[in-house]
């Protein structure tokens, strides 16, 4: 089975996030979307359960997407997960630099069995990030946006409890 893996904070999954995972989508038989764990530290963090139970809803009937949450690096969640394949959205120059050394990095501790593949952003996503999406609700902006219908909903349930 042709495995890749899809890895972030997804917090929150936004539009972004989704573009990738679908034309992803076509290229596996299988795409784990991992979701890192609540070890992080990263302020305001939501809970990793409330996370995947999001984009888990968000992909319910898509057989070949699975999500989990992970710990640790994203090479050994491909190896736990027998992923060939790391997916990896591109922005910018910047981001490319980044993911690029990652993918280096991450090829040499597989020795050479896991590849990354870098998707490019859609042009008219090249400024959404998970980021801009936390910053602009916290100043009071509608964000709906940019996340994905199920994602809106579950902000949208966080930020009434506030």
């Known amino acids: 089975m042709n495995t890749g893996i899809f890895v972030g904070s997804f917090d929150p999954f936004t539009i972004g996030h989704d573009s990738i995972v679908r034309r992803a989508l076509p290229l596996f038989d299988r795409l784990v979307i991992g979701v890192v764990g609540d070890h992080v530290h990263k302020p305001g963090l939501r809970p990793a359960t409330e996370r995947i139970e999001a984009i888990a809803r ?71 990030s998970s980021t801009m999406v936390r910053e602009l609700a916290h100043f009071g902006q509608d964000v709906s946006p940019f996340l994905p219908v199920q994602e809106q909903m579950s902000v949208s349930e966080k930020d009434s409890t506030l």
């Open 58 to 128: 968000l992909y319910a009937h898509e057989p070949a997407i699975e999500v989990k949450s992970y710990y640790g690096l994203a090479i050994d969640f491909a190896k736990a997960e027998n992923a060939r394949f790391i997916v990896k959205g591109v922005r910018s120059v910047k981001d490319f630099e980044y993911e690029r050394e990652q993918a280096d990095v991450n090829r040499q501790l597989s020795g050479g069995q896991i590849e990354t593949i870098l998707l490019y952003a859609e042009p008219q996503l090249s400024s959404v």
